[in-house]
């Protein structure tokens, strides 16, 4: 059984930087690949960053543009963990932000940022940005 449990989430401030961790567990559980997808009350959810493991020294990183450049999420193998650093927190980042990963073969010029592209998921975490 996979298993990707989210935590950091909370109550911030404008402009906080608050960090999520997403920590993945399972038997027989691999992956090349990572994201953050968020969904605020109302509204669809929608994908925020992506992560795919590199052979070389830098993995491949997509955001969405709202969060481009306030961002930054990256791994840590030897804890089976996925980070996102959220810099620059606004109002509008208020949401329930999910972490994913996918199990299915990975293409090296390929960008996935679609929730069919992804094959788990996390409960969720929630973080509120007050103004």
Same mark, same amino acid.
Request: hydrophobic share 35%; with cysteine.
């Given at each position: 059984?996979?298993?990707?449990?989210?935590? +950091?989430? &909370?109550?911030?401030?404008? +402009?906080?930087?608050?960090?999520?961790?997403?920590?993945?567990? +399972? &038997?027989?559980?691999?992956?090349?690949?990572?994201?953050?997808?968020?969904?605020?009350?109302?509204?669809?959810?929608?994908?925020?960053?992506?992560?795919?493991?590199?052979? +070389?020294?830098? @993995?491949?990183?997509?955001?969405? $543009?709202? /969060?481009?450049?306030?961002?930054?999420?990256?791994? @840590?193998?030897?804890?089976?963990? /996925?980070?996102?650093?959220?810099?620059?927190?606004?109002?509008?980042?208020? $949401?329930?932000?999910?972490?994913?990963?996918?199990? &299915?073969? =990975?293409?090296?010029?390929? =960008?996935? $940022?679609?929730?069919? @592209?992804?094959?788990?998921?996390?409960?969720?975490?929630?973080?509120? /940005?007050?103004?």
């Amino acid at each position: 059984q996979v298993q990707l449990v989210e935590s +950091g989430g &909370r109550f911030v401030q404008a +402009g906080d930087s608050p960090r999520l961790a997403c920590t993945a567990s +399972g &038997r027989g559980f691999s992956t090349d690949i990572a994201a953050w997808f968020r969904q605020a009350p109302g509204k669809e959810r929608e994908f925020v960053a992506t992560i795919k493991w590199s052979s +070389g020294d830098t @993995d491949y990183t997509y955001y969405t $543009a709202s /969060v481009k450049g306030r961002f930054t999420i990256s791994r @840590d193998s030897a804890k089976n963990t /996925v980070n996102l650093l959220m810099n620059s927190l606004k109002p509008e980042d208020t $949401a329930v932000y999910f972490c994913a990963s996918r199990t &299915r073969t =990975t293409l090296t010029d390929m =960008t996935y $940022a679609s929730i069919l @592209d992804y094959d788990y998921w996390g409960q969720g975490t929630q973080v509120t /940005v007050s103004s």
